[in-house]
């Protein structure tokens, strides 16, 4: 061995860390304390609770000449076992979080054309897709908080893009497999919405 070189590392599991990377456009939402959701490559099915306890203050650039900057994620070990350290991860910090509030899958949701845009998504009446605008809030990677113009219990629909950007007011959609070219009727609860080739209708819900 190299003198002075490193013969060994010595991990103490007691305290487990994830280290993240935050993007610039992100990085002003997290804050210290902050609750996360973190799942591990090796376990996809398994999430552990954890939270923010340190934030970089300076950005680096990744592989694709991004800044993203270092976010430290506390583990919280208390109901969770960890036999191996070192691996690959993925964390969903909670920056902004609201209860009881209708939601929709964030691809049911389109963007008009207007010089000043405004946000709608397809209600399906008796068969027929009524356009209907709406007053977004939150959003995550996978719904967005409706504030208004749909409530809860109403079926939207949801994609694919391509189909359903060419989607008219009063135009008929009809119940069909996932992989076929219409829209799909389904009573499952938006929070749970498919973005599947066939597109999909889902029941809001909160």
Known sequence: NIIGSSLMDVSDPSAVMAEVEVEEADILSVAIGQDAEITM????????????????TTAREDQNRRNTFLVKLLVDKENATFDR???NCRAEIFTNVVMDVV??????VLQSNDKKPTSYVFVVEDG?????SIQSGIQTDTSIEI????????????????KLKN???????????????????DNDRSGRGRDDE????????N
């Not at 027929?128 to 209907?132: C, D, E, N, V």
């Not at 939207?156 to 893009?161: A, E, F, H, L, R």
């Not at 989607?167 to 219409?182: H, I, K, P, T």
């Open 128 to 132: 027929i897709a009524k356009k209907r």
């Open 41 to 56: 490559a090796a376990a996809p099915d398994t999430s552990f609770k954890g939270k923010v306890y340190s934030i970089a």
């Open 198 to 205: 066939g597109g999909v209708t889902a029941t809001v819900g």
């Open 147 to 162: 504030r208004s113009g749909v409530s809860e219990g109403a079926k939207i629909v949801t994609g694919p893009y391509r």
């Open 85 to 87: 350290l070192a691996i």
């Open 167 to 185: 989607l008219r007011d009063s135009q008929s959609v009809m119940q069909q497999e996932a992989n076929s070219d219409g829209a799909r009727s």
């Open 103 to 108: 939601h929709v899958p964030v691809e049911a």
